[in-house]
C-alpha cells in the first residue's frame, strides 16, 4: 500500500445465493481522492458499497482501513471508524422530521442531561441544507411528504456533515435536477479542496464523473476491468468501453 491509501478492497466476492454479484474485486482508495466508480445496472457497485459501509460481510476478501485488515460487524462499527454512506435506496425514516432524519443516530445531546436538544438539531439542519442550497419547505415536515430530489438532499447533507473519513456516495445525483445535481457537485469539490475526505462516487453520468473525480474504476462482471486517472481517460474512452460489449453480443460475437 501507499503512504495514504485510506481504504484498500482485496479479492471481494459476495454472492446472493446462485447469483454472484462480486468475484473478485480488489481497489484502493488514497486519501483526500474522489473515486468515480461506474458499471452497468446490476454490475455489483451498490453491493461493493453495502460490504464497504459494513452491511454485507463478503464472502472471500479481506479490507484494509489505514492498512490494517478490518472485519466490519455492523454499519454502525463502520459509521464508528469514520464510513459514512448515501445509500441509492435512500434510507431515511419517513415518518420522522427532516431534522430528525438529519441526526438519526447522532442527535445532538446537551449535557449534563442526555435529552436531544431540538433547537440545535433545527440549526444545523437549517444551515446544512442552506449550504447544499437545497430548498425545503420546512425542516419539521415528515420527510414523507417530500420529493425524491429534497430526499436526496437530505441524506447527503447528512452524510457529509458528518465528518466522515470516508464517503460512499451510491448515486447521489440520482433524483436530482440538474441545478441541484450542480450543487452536490460543487460541494464535493469543497470536500475535495479541504482534503479531509476521500470519497467513493458512483455515477450513471460521466460527465458528472469527470467534473469531480480524480480516478476512475470501471466494475464489469464482478471484477474492476478498469482503472485510470481521469486526466489519462475520457468520457468517450468511458462509453466505448461501456457500449462495445453490447455491441459485440449484438453482432453475435463476431467482431473483435
Ligand atoms: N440483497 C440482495 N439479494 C439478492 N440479490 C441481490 C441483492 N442485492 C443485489 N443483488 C443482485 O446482485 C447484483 C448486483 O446488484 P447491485 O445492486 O450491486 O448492482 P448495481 O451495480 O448497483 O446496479 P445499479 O446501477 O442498477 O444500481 C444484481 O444481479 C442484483 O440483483
Ligand atoms: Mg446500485
Redesign the pocket.
Known amino acids: 500500500m501507499t503512504e495514504h491509501e485510506v481504504l484498500r478492497a482485496e479479492n471481494i466476492a459476495k454472492g ?2 446462485s ?1 454472484t ?1 462480486l468475484r473478485d474485486v480488489s481497489l484502493r482508495l488514497e486519501k483526500g481522492e474522489v473515486l468515480g466508480l461506474i ?10 458499497i453495502k460490504t464497504i459501509t459494513g452491511f454485507h460481510r463478503p464472502d472471500e476478501g479481506r479490507l484494509l482501513l489505514d492498512g490494517e485488515e478490518t472485519v466490519l460487524k455492523s454499519v454502525s462499527h463502520a459509521q464508528s471508524l469514520g464510513i459514512q454512506t448515501v445509500y ?1 435506496d435512500l434510507a431515511l425514516v419517513d415518518d420522522l422530521s427532516v431534522y430528525h432524519n438529519m441526526f438519526l443516530n447522532a442527535e445532538i445531546v446537551r449535557k449534563p442531561f442526555p435529552f436531544l436538544n431540538g433547537r440545535a438539531m433545527k440549526e444545523k439542519t437549517r444551515q446544512y441544507l442552506a449550504d447544499i442550497g437545497v430548498k425545503i419547505p420546512s425542516i419539521d415536515t415528515e420527510v414523507a411528504m417530500l420529493s425524491g430530489g429534497q430526499r436526496q438532499a437530505i441524506a447527503v447533507a447528512r452524510a457529509v456533515y458528518s465528518d466522515a473519513k470516508i464517503l460512499l456516495m ?2 447521489p445525483l440520482a433524483a436530482m435536477g440538474a441545478k441541484e445535481g450542480a450543487m452536490i457537485l460543487d460541494l464535493v469539490q469543497r470536500l475535495k479542496d479541504e482534503g479531509n475526505v476521500s470519497i467513493i462516487l ?1 455515477a ?1 453520468n460521466y460527465a458528472h464523473v469527470f467534473e469531480v473525480c480524480d480516478r476512475v474504476n470501471v ?1 464489469q462482471h464482478g471484477r474492476i476491468t478498469y482503472d485510470k486517472n481521469t486526466g489519462d481517460t475520457s468520457v468517450e474512452e468511458l462509453t466505448e468501453l461501456m457500449v462495445s460489449e453490447y455491441r459485440k453480443a449484438r453482432a453475435g460475437g463476431e467482431e473483435e
Open positions: 446472493f445465493g447469483v454479484a458499471g452497468d445496472n446490476g454490475a455489483g457497485k451498490s453491493t461493493l441509492q451510491d448515486e458512483i450513471h466494475l
